[in-house]
């Protein structure tokens, strides 16, 4: 191990948790010092509007092994953690939230599952919903039905896409660009690599200061998003299938039409100005061309992007 490598990497973005601030890291530290492991601690600062800078700052200077970035605004979670995997020297990276949601004692539970040879190894918030028929309502119907269409979409079934605390090897989050909310989308994502994805049981805590940052405006954005994701993990080296398949239906459908027309005017002379299935028949074959050519710029698009920066369209696990 170098003198930049580290054993493990914390990530933690923050946005106005000065309250929080202190008592984590007053449960984080020692949690991570029993370990008997190296570690950093990156705090990003997701532009807060608070003292959670000032707090960061304190810390440290007090602790070299705490590392802060601070963004010029508000740029969301995705982004803070993204800025996290770019720094993180750490050979494993554990990302959590800084709003003592989440119990850094679970963190040698998720250590103890990557040692069985898993790559990604997520926390699962069992107890999350203990508290009452409204939580139950408003939050777990919702989340639950968001994690069972997010395990079907993507093909990775966890039971909470939503939590923070997972644990990642170094290698899967440095080959993984993320935008707009796709944090939680990260295991679905890895999974192109061919990684072992693994669940563990961790604690939930309410939050005890601040607001929570998540309102009902993200169900759509989750939904935009994974659709997103849907098309990167079936398409994104050959995006002509996708648009190829709906162009030969489209086209398929209004030549059908087409012949129909033909022969109604040709056998029984029938008027077919007024008719508005002729039209339907040419636009049918209209945007059946319009996907062709749509899935022909996409797969110059991603010889571009490939070839352009060098990458592959596959990973190597180990080479003897």
């Not at 990604?120 to 409204?134: A, D, I, T, Y």
Request: overall charge positive.
């Amino acid at each position: 191990m170098t003198n930049d490598q580290l054993d493990l990497s914390i990530i933690l973005p923050v946005y106005n948790e000065e309250d929080n601030i202190p008592l984590l890291a007053g449960e984080l530290l020692p949690a991570l010092e029993t370990l008997g492991k190296s570690f950093e601690i990156i705090c990003v600062d997701d532009g807060s509007r608070d003292a959670s800078f000032a707090r960061l700052k304190n810390l440290s200077a007090t602790d070299a092994r705490v590392r802060v970035v601070r963004f010029r605004r508000n740029f969301g979670q995705t982004a803070a953690f993204a800025a996290g995997f770019d720094r993180a020297r750490g050979d494993v990276v554990i990302t959590m939230d800084a709003d003592l949601q989440n119990d850094p004692a679970d963190i040698p539970k998720l250590l103890a599952k990557m040692d069985e040879g898993f790559d990604v190894v997520s926390g699962w918030r069992v107890e999350r919903w203990q508290e009452g028929l409204k939580s139950f309502i408003v939050r777990k119907i919702p989340s639950a039905t968001a994690n069972w269409l997010i395990s079907k979409t993507t093909g990775v079934y966890l039971h909470d896409y939503g939590c923070s605390l997972k644990a990642y090897r170094n290698e899967v989050v440095k080959g993984i660009n993320l935008y707009g909310d796709m944090h939680r989308f990260v295991p679905a994502i890895a999974s192109w690599f061919g990684v072992t994805v693994a669940e563990v049981p961790v604690k939930y805590r309410s939050r005890q200061f601040g607001a929570s940052k998540y309102g009902a405006g993200r169900i759509f954005r989750v939904l935009l998003d994974l659709m997103t994701v849907r098309f990167l993990l079936g398409y994104a080296t050959r995006p002509i299938r996708i648009f190829g398949s709906w162009c030969l239906l489209s086209v398929l459908a209004g030549s059908v039409l087409g012949v129909y027309l033909t022969f109604m005017k040709l056998v029984y002379h029938i008027s077919l100005s007024e008719r508005p299935m002729l039209l339907l028949a040419v636009l049918l074959v209209v945007v059946g061309i319009q996907l062709i050519s749509m899935g022909l710029l996409g797969e110059l698009t991603v010889r571009v992007y490939y070839e352009s920066q060098g990458k592959t369209i596959y990973t190597v696990r180990e080479e003897l």
